[in-house]
């Protein structure tokens, strides 16, 4: 697997000097500034994610890792910046990028079933003005089945527990068959059952040669799951293997002076030492 | 009652169609969260219909429609505008929008309409009795003659055509607008975009709005919009039988509320009553019997599954008391002699005496199991101490969780735990 370590101490070059970067990488972020009302929450971003490896988002309450996701995919707008999939613009590979939004984000009390929820996941599929039609239903079906709730099909979604919700998505996610999948919490508040569904799931995509950006808050579990990490606080603190990234000074770094986390990821690096390969 | 054509035609027929666009659109302003934005545009419309006056001099339909439309549009534009700029929650910026235009509209009608006949309560309350067709004929099958094409009223035409307009809108776009209904951010990802398919839809409301409320009133107009799908959300949690139960219901209560206006009235000799207020009105009963017998959250459906939940408990927790008075544990907590009374009718306990039969113990030693096996739980995993561990398992064991096999063979109490039935 190929490699990169971001050196995030260099000024990003301006656009117009910007090397030429490979069309392999599946997401690469320019220079990019994000701001709600004024108020900068992404400084200068540059990116470049590693094909066919999974990748985790790390970093504070507040660091901009969901906010990183929607304006690489186009949903917040962006002050500055480049964004490019494959080396292309998004607006030309939608069906190739899959997005998991938090669970939060939706109302699950809408009158949908699990399986119309991952049906929309083939919507770009079917196009415009179609009904979703029986292929299509028996693609979403499968998709259920792999994260283990075909026999929950035609729940109302407020019927399902958490991790079921959770669940929902990442079959959705599947159902778009795409080669980049971009998650935002996907472990948040789910069961120790959804998790190791997830982790799998994430295993059999990366040996299918696709890619996943995860959005993590756990940092004991990063380097058992995830091959890459990316360090966030406004900026790229770092980003590379995570072997080479997760270490105490870029932990210090980015969660810098929230002491009861600090130790927390104090704790994290001394389990990684043992696990490191 | 005695209904007439060159009386009620037009009236019924713009009720129903009004009813019908506003119920079939309504659905996804309660499903999006934003009921309010139905009272917004009934009420903002009022000063795009006096400008439009001002602008033009004329009252022709096309024009206090136009007029209309682009004062429902201007308050969709401020309503984002301001919810992005002003950063206040969507019900405030609405509530602001809708409140200025109004009292805007009533400010203008007094300066620049006096002398003319545009008026707010017409505004308000509407009026199906002006759709009167003098001349039309006084049996019904003489309608179905083609003259009757010819004197249809331009607000019914109005009215026919928006429920065109809606009926096609949801119907083709019916997969997009729920996706971006459900999750405005994956639809925006795939390329469907959710604020485009937002705006489109508004504008249909505002559409609708305007052609409703010219017949209707705008105070109809609100609650054609929100409580047909607000009735509609408690009957059901599919999408299909949403958009078909609250349209069904409006056009329901259209006509019911129109006779009704008439019959009620005239069954105690008064005179008739404002027909959009009493269309109105059997909404709001529809909505009432809804939230009392509505079969999943009706208040009627949850006292049922509460008491039977309550029987069953008691029912359990006698037959626990027992298995373990048989255990050599004294009977502490005193049970109703009806609920005896059920556990012999059922056959759990001998009749005459208070003992378990064989059917009877199996199932208590099967919610002992499932009492014990918490308590174990929770002691060893969850680490509450052993003489905590009693209450929260006593409310646990009546979770219709499935029983494990196997297992530990005593609770932390020492006590045995009865083994599993394969």
Redesign the interface.
Known sequence: MTTSVVHTSRRPSSLAERPEHSADSPLSIHAMTVAY?RKPVLWDVDYDAPPRALVAIVGPNGAGKSTLI?AA???VPRATGLVEFWGVPF?HV??R?A?V?QRE???WT????AL??VC?GR??R?G??R??GQAHKRAAMACLDRVGLADLAHR?I?QLSGGQQQRVFLA?ALA?EADLYIMDEPFAGVDAATERTIVQLLKDLRDAGKSAIVVHHDLQTVTQYFDHALLLNMRVVAAGPVEQVFTPDNLQKTYGGRLTLLSEAAEAVARAGINVR | MNLAPNIDLFPILAAVLAAFCCGLLGNYLVLRRLSLMGDAMSHSVLPGLVIAFMLTGSRAAPVMFLGALMAGITTVVLVELIKRLGRVEPGAAMGVVFSVLFALGVLLIERVARNTDLDADCVLHGQLESLFWPDGPARWLDVLHPATLAAVPPQVWTLAITCAVSFVFVLVLYKELRMAAFDPALATAQGFHASILHYALMVLVAGATVAAFEAVGSILVIAMLIVPAAIARLLTDRMPTQLLLSTTIAVVAAVMGYLGSIALPSAMDKPQVNAAGSIAIALGVLFFVAMLFGPRDGVLATAIRRFYLTRRIALDDLLAALYRHEEGSPITSRFAPKVYARARRSGLVMPGQDTLTEAGRQRAAELIRRHRLWETYLVHRAGISADHAHEPAEHLEHLAEPLPSGGPQHDPHGKAIPPGVE
């Open positions: 009302q929607k995919l186009g949903l607006k939608r069906e990028v997005y939004p984000s939706v109302d809408f009158p949908v079933s119309d929820v929309m919507y770009r079917i415009w003005f009904p979703v109302q407020s959705r778009q």
